[in-house]
C-alpha cells in the first residue's frame, strides 16, 4: 500500500518532508522491482542538488539503477544503517530504508510531485 502522507516522483523516489526539510527514499513499487539491493551510492553531505538530478547509484543483484533527487537544496544527512545495510530498503522502503535529507531551497517544488493516487495510477500504466 502506497502511504497517503508521502509525495511521489517520477522516478520512483518518494518525500516527506517536515519542517523545511525532505527525507528521501524509493518506493515499494522501486524496491520489488530492483530485487535484493546490495550497494548504495548516496549523495556527499552538504552537496548542492537540484530537483531531477541524478545524486547516486542503487544496485541490485538484477541491475543497477539511477537514484534521482525529486527536491533542490543541500544535502544535510544520509542514511549510513542503510549504506551498511541496504537490504533494509527492501524491507522498510518508507520507514528506515530512507536514503537521504535535503534542506529544500524551494519548498513550492512538492507541490509539482504526485499524491498517493496519482503515483499508484502512474504505476499501474507502467
Do not use: C
Not at 17 to 31: F, L, P
Not at 44 to 70: C, Q, R, Y
Not at 100 to 123: C, G, H, T
Amino acid at each position: 500500500m502506497t502511504p497517503e502522507d508521502l509525495k511521489y516522483y517520477k522516478e520512483h523516489e518518494w518525500v516527506r518532508v517536515e519542517n523545511g526539510i525532505a527525507t528521501v527514499g524509493i518506493t515499494d513499487y522501486a524496491q520489488d522491482a530492483l530485487g535484493d539491493i546490495v550497494y548504495l551510492d548516496l549523495p556527499d553531505i552538504d552537496e548542492e542538488v537540484m530537483a531531477g538530478d541524478i545524486v547516486g547509484e542503487i544496485e541490485s543483484v538484477k541491475s543497477t539503477a539511477d537514484l534521482h533527487t525529486p527536491v533542490s537544496g543541500k544535502v544535510i544527512e544520509i542514511n549510513k544503517n542503510a549504506i551498511d545495510n541496504p537490504e533494509i530498503i527492501n524491507e522498510q522502503p518508507y520507514g528506515d530504508g530512507w536514503l537521504f535529507k535535503i534542506e529544500l531551497s524551494d519548498p513550492d517544488e512538492i507541490n509539482s510531485l504526485m499524491d498517493a493516487k496519482a503515483y499508484d495510477e502512474y504505476v499501474e500504466e507502467l
